[in-house]
């Protein structure tokens, strides 16, 4: 098993106590719940809060063992994963379940001027900017007497970027507001770009339509069919047009794990395997792929996508087939079960899809608050969760508002973000300490 | 105001709502509750739970106004503060609390090898440094069948060592003996080293004692008058010995803020400022140096201790001197007024000596959680950290378990930490995933 996300946990989980050793490999220690990633970002959670150690969801099971390294390769002939350090696992079942960052469509030098958002790190990088953003501006309006606009801008209109957009908008106007004295932080601007013609587009054009009037509600500007052309630290391009900009997120774009092409399998354009009816690929069918990495079609043509459900299923559906198989029977193809899907916007703010069904606002803000509550993992976890979002909701505070990263970094992101430079001296006429 | 530190912050809150204008600088958004700084680095606790923005604790008072900065020079002359960029800041009275890092003695290149504990990046790297060293242990034990003897070492026996090396056995024998399948975690090693000949030194001697005895309890190797001759990485040389080990924690030795040594004032060896009866320094009584950074006598000649209730003293003594001052009134020398030490060891375990009283074990640890929840900043800080602690207590599990870092650094780390790296495979009987 490689990779311990959702598709991951749930078929390790699944071949748990079965009569099968599972080694469960992954780069990082923690199973991340990425729904919840973007409230890192925007200070309202902390990292722990989110995440589990895998070996601590995983440690009841005794066939189940936790291994900590990157897998670089896949020797499909000795049926072997090689490890960074050149370590070899042998496998009689593979399950590649690596997942996917987001594409930089072949322009991955802008992801140090716009970061993604797929890893604690992200989160807590796009944290770090956010907050610098809104100190750097307080110190020029107060040590420099000089005023100027705050722009954020997030790139693509899926989830993330949605609820990115939202939730930076809401510091903004709510958490913020109180604490700086030299600058409105709601006067602070949230762009968010998108190239197609509606935000969210697996949902319903009216839900669409719904998400786009509650995100300017909250005061996002949202910019349809406008495409990003360009990147440079502190500018971003739209069209011909560039615009000036504190921070950017990246929130478009698929790139599968690049494991997918070690398999010597054709993949699509985002690097996702195509696979067999039963998540297998034609030339080993003991090797499976399954979330993020894996292309493959529903009943009617369209394509499973690439949501945390579809990964579970998937994952469920491999370990009932390589239990089977072991048992002398035959593997069943993998078939979707769409249960809906939901986005948060914002404080009381959200739009949700169940079948026909169709909700928005704060009904459907409750149903995505219980939802991602029941499902976030560890106990522990959901108290803590729960706690804070009702402590926000009371409050309007945001508890995880720290700027980490060595000071030589600190300094660094000073710099940069002070983009003009000058110097000068203010003088007050009451006594200054 | 330069740090918000216990002292700083304790000024300034002195000098809200008074008739002064107060500008408190800090090169970071955050005030950290250091005396849990040790718990972070030991998974218990996450960074946000001992830690609040300096901008929120602040918020209320609207003659204070937080600078994020970083100042790098003193200019009495024209009584500013020059900030990395250049940037000035006028004052009429500063108060310097920049605090003090741990002094390697002049061998600066350890740091890498052997962190110390001052900040939350430093926290968070050992807690790395800490589980990763887990992680190694069980994946060559597993994948390779090769075990090796996890060696833990903490240098300094003061109040940070102590908590550092009491915890990491803790972790050790409770929190992740469950879930390690390869290893035996018990089997780890903790050894601190001390250079004196007791631990603790600033307590009574038969408290020193206690905690020795304490420490060897839940299996602390306590190794005094030994001293650490020199690093390198994955070993240490003590005296005339190399001792191979997997972490090193450096807690000893004072190196005062080098704001210091630019005030043109003689500093002691630790660059400490010898300061005036009133914190002030000679050639300048508007700039005072308070806390870590000032070296001050108490009346029996005994130097006042580097900890804070001294340092948050001096930040409120400082404050009504210059209150004073204003008002046409005189300063008055600063009296530190020592109201106890403690020290915890462990779970159920820690000493605390009040004037002629004496406490060790349960109840001194008792005495420590209380005063510790008691002086950490922001209510839901509190109850977070309380409730941690209750569920820690019960189950003996440590919720902060991640290993944060981008993935590069975490395969660098990696590659450092198997210093002899072996490739080889294993193969079991039964089917594997």
């Not at 997120?249 to 790139?255: E, H, K, M, Q, S």
């Not at 998540?279 to 792929?289: A, E, G, Q, T, Y």
Request: aromatic share 8%; glycine share 8%.
């Amino acid at each position: 098993m490689i990779g311990a996300g959702f598709g991951g946990l749930r078929a390790s989980k699944y071949l748990a106590d079965k009569d099968v050793d599972v080694v469960v490999i992954d780069r990082q220690n923690h199973h991340v719940f990425q729904p919840l990633l973007y409230q890192v970002a925007t200070a309202v959670l902390s990292p722990g809060e989110i995440a589990q150690p895998i070996r601590r969801i995983l440690h009841s099971y005794k066939n189940i063992e936790v291994v900590l390294g990157e897998a670089v390769d896949i020797d499909g002939t000795n049926k072997q994963v090689v490890l960074g350090d050149g370590v070899r696992v042998n496998f009689d079942y593979l399950i590649l379940a690596a997942g996917a960052r987001h594409s930089y469509f072949g322009h991955d030098d802008w992801e140090t001027s716009a970061p993604g958002l797929k890893t604690l790190d992200d989160a807590v990088e796009i944290r770090r900017r956010v907050l610098l953003a809104f100190e750097m501006a307080e110190r020029d309006a107060y040590l420099q007497d000089r005023k100027r606009q705050l722009n954020f801008i997030v790139v693509g209109g899926g989830p993330t970027g949605v609820e990115l957009a939202g939730a930076i908008a809401d510091i903004a106007r709510q958490a913020l507001a109180k604490d700086f004295k030299a600058i409105k932080t709601a006067d602070a601007r949230v762009v968010l770009f998108e190239g197609s013609d509606r935000i969210l587009g697996t949902f319903a054009p009216e839900l669409s339509d719904s998400a786009r009037l509650q995100l300017e509600d909250i005061g996002v500007e949202v910019r349809l069919s406008s495409f990003v052309t360009e990147i440079e630290p502190g500018r971003v391009k739209v069209g011909e047009d560039w615009i000036d900009c504190d921070v950017v997120v990246w929130a478009t774009g698929v790139a599968a794990s690049s494991l997918g092409r070690k398999l010597g399998v054709e993949t699509d354009k985002a690097g996702r395997v195509f696979v067999e009816p039963d998540l297998s690929i034609k030339p080993n069918k003991d090797i499976f792929v399954i979330g993020d990495m894996a292309s493959i079609k529903q009943a009617d043509g369209t394509p499973v996508p690439g949501v945390s459900p579809a990964a579970m299923q998937m994952g469920e559906q491999t370990a009932k087939n390589i239990l089977a198989e072991i048992k002398g029977k035959a593997r069943k193809p993998f078939e979707y079960n769409d249960k809906g899907t939901m986005a948060t916007i914002g404080r009381s703010k959200a739009i949700a899809e169940v079948g026909k069904f169709k909700f928005r606002g704060f009904i459907a803000w409750l149903m995505w608050l219980f939802l991602h509550v029941f499902f976030l993992i560890g106990f522990k976890n959901r108290l803590a969760v729960m706690t804070d979002w009702f402590w926000a909701y009371l409050t309007r505070e945001r508890s995880a508002r720290l700027i980490t990263g060595k000071a030589e970094h600190m300094q660094d992101a000073i710099e940069f973000m002070q983009a003009a430079r000058a110097r000068g001296t203010r003088s007050k006429s009451k006594t200054k300490v």
